[in-house]
């Protein structure tokens, strides 16, 4: 079991919003940066957004970060097909020394 | 462009040893820290192991520790994993991972490679 929480599945149709979460803790997520991925099975893990929300060249404003306390959240809008992958977050931790990832959730556009 | 390729997967059986290597190109490798980072089947994203820019300085996860060491030449532009006293749950997909000293977590990964522990 994670130590960053993230609910397993989401969901939406083309041109909605989703909203991934994920839940930490003191020593995660609300003392350190929170950053996001993206990954399709059998490829490499494509970094969505780095230091809570902020995005990397080429990635769309369709994603988005943000941070408070322990929790954080990815958003996606106006959904597209491609956006069909595995979504995960990831934070250093200060107590273990380490670096976490969430469990992962995947989302299925409808 | 970043380029980070894993090899020396494979099948291995309980209690054997693997050295995973990751050939980096398309950066100056020496200035980046790095991770292997690992996904079981079915599982998420599963950190494994961290390493510094000079090699000094390594972290492991509780599930390895003991077991696996990273190494790296920057001479050769390469990053290491070598895996003893393997178990069934250390099968997964392995991956690489460069991170920016100014950064916190990675930014480029690698495609994988495949190390299958049975008998």
């Known amino acids: 079991q994670s130590v960053l929480t993230q609910p397993p599945s989401a969901s939406g149709t083309p041109g909605q919003g989703v909203t991934i979460s994920c839940s930490g803790s003191s020593s995660n997520i609300e003392s350190n940066y929170v950053y996001w991925y993206q990954h399709l099975p059998g490829t490499a893990p494509k970094l969505l957004i780095y230091?809570?929300?902020q995005r990397p060249s080429g990635v769309p404003d369709r994603f988005s970060g943000s941070k408070s306390g322990t929790s954080a959240s990815l958003a996606i809008s106006g959904l597209r097909s491609e956006d069909e992958a595995d979504y995960y977050c990831?934070?250093?931790?200060?107590?273990?020394?380490?670096?976490?990832f969430g469990g992962g959730t995947q989302l299925t556009v409808l | 462009e970043v380029q980070l390729v894993e090899s020396g997967g494979g099948l291995v059986q309980p209690g054997g040893s693997l050295t995973l290597s990751c050939a980096a190109s398309?950066?100056?490798?020496?200035?980046?820290?790095m991770n292997w980072v690992r996904q079981a089947p079915g599982k998420g994203l599963e950190w494994v192991s961290y390493?510094?820019?000079?090699?000094?300085?390594?972290y492991y996860a509780d599930s390895v520790k003991g077991r696996f060491t990273i190494s790296r030449d920057n001479a050769k532009n390469s990053l290491y994993l070598q895996m003893n006293s393997l178990r069934g749950e250390d099968t997964a997909v392995y991956y690489c991972?460069?991170?920016?000293?100014?950064?916190?977590?990675?930014?480029?990964w690698g495609q994988g490679t495949l190390v299958t522990v049975s008998s």
């Open positions: 398309g950066f100056t490798f020496i200035n980046y820290e």
């Open positions: 230091r809570n929300n």
């Open positions: 990831a934070a250093r931790d200060d107590s273990l020394r380490t670096r976490l």
């Open positions: 991972a460069r991170e920016d000293p100014r950064w916190e977590l990675p930014d480029y």
């Open positions: 390493i510094s820019r000079s090699g000094s300085t390594m």
